[in-house]
T-cell receptor, first 119, second 115 residues
Framework: AQKVTQAQTEISVVEKEDVTLDCVYE???????LFWYKQPPSGELVFLIR??????QNEISGRYSWNFQKSTSSFNFTITASQVVDSAVYFC????????????????FGKGTKLSVIP | DTGVSQDPRHKITKRGQNVTFRCDPI?????LYWYRQTLGQGPEFLTY????????KSRLLSDRFSAERPKGSFSTLEIQRTEQGDSAMYLC?????????????FGSGTRLTVV
């Protein structure tokens, strides 16, 4: 079964520190995408990144970087020089085929990691 | 593109009452999804529409829950005879393409508190 595990429930860092959020997943699919979403206190889930299983190159976007390793089924997310505005809950998600087999997908989310950046 | 809108943002209701939430997706998105998120958990899938057809329903969606998308545009989620366990954030999302590739755009959610 598809499963996403975010073992870190809460992390606190001091502003300007680097922080890495871990995500480990289980899937039977041979090709798949993975997602990270951010949920600030306002509640809206904001899309951050989508990666496919073909591409294991690390990706950097500004202060964000992602390390995808298919061999260990991990898709970790690093924030460099954290800022107070980064305080949010971060979710890793994996598309899951609907049980009906109709071909549509749902997203299976991890439980999230709450990041608090202290000024 | 005004994003996905949900109304109301907050709802407090007494146990046993019925409640209805509304979601307006991004206008060109033909796929619409409802998720439920309880405290400390990730969102959990409830149901999926493609245009006006409800194609998927989670077993989380008990018979007290009903969702509609009558004209393939906005959607409503109704909970009848609410219970305290229904207290959660109800999230709506929409997409133009298959979510497995492109993901969703989420609304800000409706936070339901059953007292």
């Amino acid at each position: 079964a598809q499963k996403v595990t975010q073992a870190q429930t809460e992390i606190s860092v001091v502003e300007k520190e680097d922080v890495t959020l871990d995500c480990v997943y289980e899937t039977r699919d041979t090709t798949y995408y993975l997602f990270w979403y951010k949920q600030p206190p306002s509640g809206e889930l904001v899309f951050l990144i989508r990666r496919n299983s073909f591409d294991e190159q690390n990706e950097i976007s500004g202060r964000y970087s992602w390390n995808f390793q298919k061999s260990t089924s991990s898709f970790n997310f690093t924030i460099t020089a954290s800022q107070v505005v980064d305080s949010a809950v971060y979710f890793c998600a994996l598309p899951t085929k609907a049980p009906s087999g109709a071909g549509s997908y749902q997203l299976t989310f991890g439980k999230g990691t709450k990041l608090s950046v202290i000024p | 593109d005004t994003g996905v809108s949900q109304d109301p943002r907050h709802k407090i209701t007494k146990r046993g009452q019925n409640v209805t939430f509304r979601c307006d997706p991004i206008s060109e998105h033909n796929r619409l999804y409802w998720y439920r998120q309880t405290l400390g958990q990730g969102p959990e899938f409830l149901t999926y529409f493609q245009n006006e057809a409800q194609l998927e329903k989670s077993r989380l969606l008990s018979d007290r829950f009903s969702a509609e998308r009558p004209k393939g545009s906005f959607s409503t989620l109704e909970i009848q005879r609410t219970e305290q366990g229904d207290s959660a954030m109800y999230l709506c999302a929409s997409s133009l393409h298959e979510v497995g590739v492109y993901g969703y755009t989420f609304g800000s959610g409706t936070r339901l508190t059953v007292v």
